[in-house]
């Protein structure tokens, strides 16, 4: 068995020599470092009071003993592949002294009271330390420092099953069994342990360790050599254009090569079912969406994450349509007067999701195991049966959520509690509850089927008529709450006097907003807080917490344009400060300070 593994070992080396890692990566990061401190003092942010506070704790965190190897003013990357043959991942960060870090690693293995030294190797150009689980390699050389990896998991397959003895010596009875006489026979049972269940167990344990440390063998060799083609011929460092240069921090996906990753990990269940080759495959769903960025910027007075999404160019056009919605300009009649606590308000061609249903399914279900003709049948029948211009017009596309206010009511509800004699009884409670004051406004052009539900909801006695508007009976857990509908505007919520608005101030800029993008949203965290605090359910100790941070913090918002570019349809959450004296991440860093001393 030994020269067997050792045959192993050395197959696999001379293999390692041939194989290359695939130039094609499924993600990357970069920590703008270079851009970053045109913005924030590097050393401002690491030497801040709050953040020594981890290095004079319990937890004995020394940032400063990390920056004073890492060139923090330029760039860091991660990236890696995890679709191919070889998954891996890379570290690459640029240092400032060669001979820092390997004193470094010397001084880490002391403290953490390891036998020996570290084992480092000196190539000349670069050296070599690997980890003692043998998952990690390190390597630097004069500019660079770089943590590898193979991210290959081993799969342990064993067939090996016991087998089922069977008395070759044991005659089955035949002919009639009222025939056969029975006989009892006295014995002592005796507790019988399953030696071939036992030894099976012992077995499959033994081998898999055999294997598993074979394997991590085998990963060790392959990494150290493709750590040695990363460095003999002069290090290049990491680039992708897939990220932006202008952004802190940016980092992109390759969607179709996540999914692959998603559908690893349901492998280890498709044994268990024929169902799973219908299921839909990364190739399907990377037809739709090529790549994802997120990316983050910290400015003085607001921290903001964009998400870009780039779609193929048929599921862009698609997309496009979607979006690119004319409002309904009645919806902007109910929109309150006044800047609520926060609303979000998203608008899209529900006509033209209908009508790309065919195309979106066909695409989307494309797989070996059923033919496109079969879903072609499938989409023609939906297609037929159902009118997507009549069918539009059940929900248009338009809809408004706001939150208006957070008061605290008295609210009535039944319960049922136990007496002594264990028997229930039903309970009328009356609590005072924080309510939020809301409202959902949509639109529907149907001419009749609103109507008609309201009136099936009347006469089921759901619903009771108090003047223009309907009343829903039943649980006063939300506030009273109501149906509103005027033509082809329908309001759901509990402050009915909240969608007279006495003017169209607020209505105004939403329409400036939604002449840009179909989705516009915004919370304003003054107001919401000094709602919440005046309600009972409000703590002291949270009170002053929540105005600290509506002192330093105004408002966080989330636009998304109509139109796309480039086939990308773009997100924006943002984070606005109400000062901009310093960057944001000094200004965060400063109120969690101040709150973890109270």
């Not at 085998?218 to 150290?224: E, G, T």
Request: charged residues 25%; contains cysteine; proline residues 3%.
């Amino acid at each position: 068995m030994k020269q067997f593994f050792i045959f192993l070992i050395l197959l696999t080396f001379t293999l390692a020599h041939s194989q290359t890692l695939s130039p094609k990566q499924d993600y990357f990061v970069q920590f703008n470092g270079s851009q970053l401190s045109k913005k924030v003092s590097i050393a401002e942010v690491i030497n801040h009071s709050f953040l020594k506070k981890y290095k004079d704790g319990k937890m004995n965190l020394d940032i400063n003993q990390y920056a004073d190897l890492i060139k923090l003013d330029q760039k860091i990357t991660v990236h890696g592949n995890y679709s191919d043959s070889i998954p891996y991942y890379q570290v690459t960060i640029p240092i400032k002294d060669k001979n820092a870090i390997k004193n470094f690693l010397i001084q880490k293995n002391k403290e953490n009271d390891s036998l020996g030294k570290p084992l480092i190797e000196d190539f000349g150009q670069y050296s070599v330390y690997n980890s003692p689980d043998k998952k990690t390699t390190v390597a630097w050389n004069d500019s660079y420092l770089v943590f590898f990896g193979l991210t290959k998991k081993h799969e342990y397959k064993d067939y090996s099953y016991p087998e089922v003895e069977v008395d070759s010596a044991a005659t089955a009875v035949t002919g009639d069994p009222s025939e056969v006489s029975e006989v009892v026979v006295e014995t002592n049972e005796v507790p019988v342990v399953d030696t071939a269940y036992v030894d099976y167990s012992d077995n499959y344990y033994a081998n898999f360790q055999k294997e598993q440390i074979a394997f991590d063998s085998i990963q060790a060799i392959s990494q150290n050599r493709f750590v040695k083609l990363l460095f003999e011929n002069g290090f290049t460092v990491p680039a992708s254009e897939k990220v932006h240069e202008n952004a802190d921090i940016s980092c992109w996906v390759d969607y179709g090569a996540a999914m692959s990753s998603f559908n690893t990990a349901y492998a280890a269940l498709a044994r268990f079912t024929t169902y799973n080759k219908f299921l839909l495959g990364q190739n399907n769903l990377g037809n739709f969406v090529k790549g994802i960025n997120v990316d983050f910027y910290f400015d003085n007075d607001n921290a903001r994450v964009e998400e870009i999404v780039e779609y193929s160019k048929p599921m862009a056009d698609i997309v496009g349509k979607i979006s690119n919605r004319k409002v309904n300009k009645n919806i902007f009649n109910y929109f309150p007067s006044q800047k609520p606590l926060g609303y979000m308000t998203y608008h899209f061609n529900t006509k033209e999701i209908l009508n790309s249903f065919p195309a979106f399914s066909t695409e989307i279900f494309s797989n070996p195991y059923i033919l496109k003709e079969d879903i072609s049948v499938a989409t023609d029948l939906i297609s037929t049966i159902i009118d997507e211009e009549a069918t539009a017009t059940l929900f248009d596309g338009d809809i408004s959520v706001f939150l208006y206010d957070v008061v605290e009511r008295e609210v009535t509800s039944k319960t049922f509690e136990y007496d002594e004699n264990y028997e229930s009884k039903e309970v009328v409670k009356t609590i005072k509850k924080a309510i939020p004051q809301f409202s959902v406004i949509f639109t529907s052009t149907h001419p009749t089927f609103a109507d008609k539900l309201i009136q099936l909801g009347v006469r089921k006695k759901g619903l009771v008529q108090k003047g223009n508007y309907y009343e829903i009976k039943g649980t006063q857990e939300y506030g009273n709450l109501f149906i509103f509908k005027d033509k082809d505007v329908v309001v759901v919520g509990n402050n009915i006097d909240a969608i007279f608005p006495k003017d169209n101030s607020f209505s105004k800029e939403v329409k400036k907003e939604l002449k840009q993008h179909y989705i516009s949203a915004k919370v304003s965290l003054d107001k919401l807080v000094t709602a919440y605090s005046n309600t009972g359910e409000a703590k002291e100790s949270e009170i002053k917490s929540f105005n600290r941070l509506a002192q330093q913090f105004t408002d966080v918002t989330l636009y998304s344009a109509k139109k796309l570019t480039d086939n990308k349809l773009k997100f924006e959450l943002k984070l606005n400060s109400s000062k901009g004296d310093k960057n944001i991440i000094l200004q965060t860093l400063d109120l969690v300070d101040e709150l973890s001393t109270k």
